[in-house]
């Protein structure tokens, strides 16, 4: 050995990078795609009385941990 990391190792760091990079990117479509169901979501005047900002927000976070991006 000469002290150079073997091809494999170094591959394996790359994947795991990419790997990392592609669950960023999936969690941001996610949130996109919650995000924009939150907006178009048809709700009661009833739903539609009580809609603030915290209770968007504690929707979109069930959503976030309970639905997957398809």
Do not use: C, H, W
Not at 17 to 43: F, H, P, V
Not at 46 to 66: A, Q
């Amino acid at each position: 050995m000469d002290g150079q990391p073997s091809n494999a190792i170094s591959r394996s760091f790359v994947d795991l990078e990419q790997e990392s990079t592609n669950r960023e990117e999936t969690g941001d479509i996610k949130e996109a795609i919650i995000d924009l169901y939150l907006a178009i979501k048809i709700r009661s005047t009833e739903e539609l009385d009580k809609i603030n900002d915290g209770n968007l927000k504690t929707e979109k976070e069930k959503l976030m941990d309970n639905v997957d991006s398809f």
